[in-house]
């Protein structure tokens, strides 16, 4: 297992650093003292969400000029890429979006670091690139047969840095999320965009009255309940996996790493809207509703490779301290969002 090195630290430039995960890796970041640069197109982040003390730049992951400067300016050495579009049913009616979004732009980041000797890259993947396989808890060297473009597009992009990782001087970790949820401890940072389709969001927002009924899509699925059953893993547990996957990268330059970032556990939507009625003291009004394209019936990882590889030790991993975590973010959203502005 690496160890962590604090000698080993260089800038790091986070793509996507003013949206939802990116803000809070960008917080791991500096609570370890690590030098941070953000660049953003602030199209579903927020200018709010980087603390001032880090260099930030508007721009699109994809403008060659611009990421040159950066890299000059920073002294980039390592980028964590969260940019990208990540909303499955989206995907499926909206392609090409993903296709741009998330691999051609993704491959011209990839190019520019290339062009630039930036040796260490940390990619935001998905669980959603395993597609629906028989075995469960899903393992990293399963095969991979995305259902939807959302994880057909960022498999390409894995499959870029792969081939890029061997042809060049370059080392990577593909991360493969599973269903992000919860907010910063300290509340410094949390899920903000309007309009969320994620659960745990979309029913806090609900018990809080900013929006209507929580909508169950699919009641029919092979699953205990015939709910949706998913791996939900903290925001701020998955931005440290980030900053210890970099720390390994740098110890190791010449290895890359695909790891799942999960807790290994699945609950199902209607578990996770009865934990946050528990929660709340009250429950959220709930909808039973069709299916919806694109979602499978369970993702739950096996995570016992990040667990051996480095030394991650989830800080956050119970479910009703995730939605706790959600719930005084969202009572301080509105306050930000009245007095600053996206």
Not at 101 to 122: C, D, F, Q, S, Y
Request: glycine share 10%; charged share 20%; proline share 6%.
């Amino acid at each position: 297992m690496v160890k962590s090195d604090d000698s080993a630290k260089v800038p790091v430039l986070v793509t996507g650093g003013a949206g939802y995960i990116g803000s809070h890796a960008v917080l791991a970041l500096l609570d370890k003292g690590w030098d941070v640069a953000v660049i953003d197109d602030l199209s579903t982040g927020f200018r709010w969400a980087i603390p001032d003390e880090v260099a930030f730049y508007r721009g699109d992951i994809a403008d060659a000029e611009l990421l040159a400067r950066i890299f000059a300016e920073q002294g980039s050495q390592a980028i964590m890429h969260f940019a990208g579009s990540i909303i499955v049913p989206e995907s499926v009616s909206d392609p090409l979006k993903y296709y741009d979004n998330n691999t051609v732009k993704g491959r011209a980041l990839i190019a520019a670091a290339v062009e630039h000797g930036v040796p260490h890259m940390i990619f935001s993947s998905t669980a959603t690139v395993y597609g629906e396989p028989d075995l469960k808890p899903l393992q990293e060297d399963l095969p991979l047969s995305p259902v939807n473009p959302y994880g057909m597009s960022k498999l390409m992009t894995e499959r870029i840095l792969a081939d890029c990782s061997r042809a060049y001087d370059l080392n990577h970790c593909v991360l493969r999320y599973f269903n992000v949820a919860g907010a910063d401890p300290d509340a410094r940072s949390g899920q903000s965009s309007i309009g969320a389709t994620h659960l745990i969001k979309v029913a806090v927002e609900s018990a809080l009255g900013k929006r209507g009924p929580v909508g169950v899509f699919g009641t029919d699925y092979p699953t205990p309940d015939g709910t949706g059953v998913r791996d939900y893993i903290h925001v701020s547990d998955l931005a440290d996996a980030h900053v210890l996957a970099l720390e390994a990268l740098i110890a190791q330059p010449e290895r890359s790493l695909t790891m799942n970032v999960g807790y290994g556990r699945g609950f199902s939507v209607l578990e996770v809207l009865d934990a946050v009625d528990r929660v709340v003291g009250q429950p959220v009004p709930r909808v039973m509703e069709g299916r919806r394209a694109g979602d499978v019936p369970s993702l739950v990882s096996d995570n016992s490779r990040i667990m051996e590889t480095v030394p991650w030790k989830p800080r956050h991993d119970d479910l009703e301290t995730i939605i706790g975590h959600a719930l005084q973010w969202e009572k301080r959203l509105t306050g930000l969002r009245d007095g600053q502005g996206g």
